[in-house]
């Protein structure tokens, strides 16, 4: 009688290591089970735009742009200064560039971009030597306080 109200030592410390192997093992699913999709409709309407404007990411998550009119690009550029057309290739560190996605032939093409830093990425449509940028067909990806996306549309529709 007396023996089975005692601990059991070896069950104990077995139960424990099993309780920190299960929390391991959880925080490390974690990012992956987090991770979110966003996306983004690009030329809705025929229109010069990007859908939402601004995308708030976490790294890790990926942001899926679609197509659906037109010929576009997506391609980060610099908050200020020089904003249209952004170049080939993206402003960086970690910028990008999809090239011309065209879905003239109603293909809906999309091109997908993963998030790898925390720092805002201001991007922009580089068609027609950046008339479609200075008209406005403007993003950005995890804007601050002192780089706001209205500010960086500013910015685009003056460059
Ligand atoms: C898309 O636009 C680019 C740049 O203007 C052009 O080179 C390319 O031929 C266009 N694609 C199509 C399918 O019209
Ligand atoms: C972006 O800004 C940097 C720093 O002002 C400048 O050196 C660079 O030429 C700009 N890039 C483009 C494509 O205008
Ligand atoms: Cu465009």
Redesign the pocket.
């Known amino acids: 009688m007396s023996s089975s109200c005692k601990k059991n030592p070896s069950l104990s410390s077995s139960l424990i290591s099993q309780t920190m192997f299960s929390k391991v093992f959880f925080l490390a699913l974690v990012p992956a089970i987090l991770a979110v999709d966003h996306a983004v409709t690009v030329g809705a309407n025929n229109g010069l735009t990007f859908t939402p404007t601004t995308i708030t990411a976490a790294v890790g998550d990926t942001v899926t742009f679609t197509v659906v009119s037109r010929?576009h690009s997506i391609t980060t550029t610099n908050f200020s200064g020089a904003v249209c057309p952004p170049p080939p290739g993206g402003v960086g560190p970690n910028g990008f560039d999809s090239g011309?996605l065209?879905d003239?032939d109603g293909s809906q093409p999309s091109f997908t971009y993963t998030v790898v830093d925390t720092a805002p990425h201001f991007g922009a449509c580089m068609?027609?030597a950046g008339a479609h940028c200075r008209a406005g067909m403007t993003f950005a990806i995890n804007p601050t306080t002192t780089q706001t996306y209205a500010q960086f549309l500013a910015n685009a529709k003056a460059s």
């Open positions: 010929n011309f065209s003239l068609q027609a």
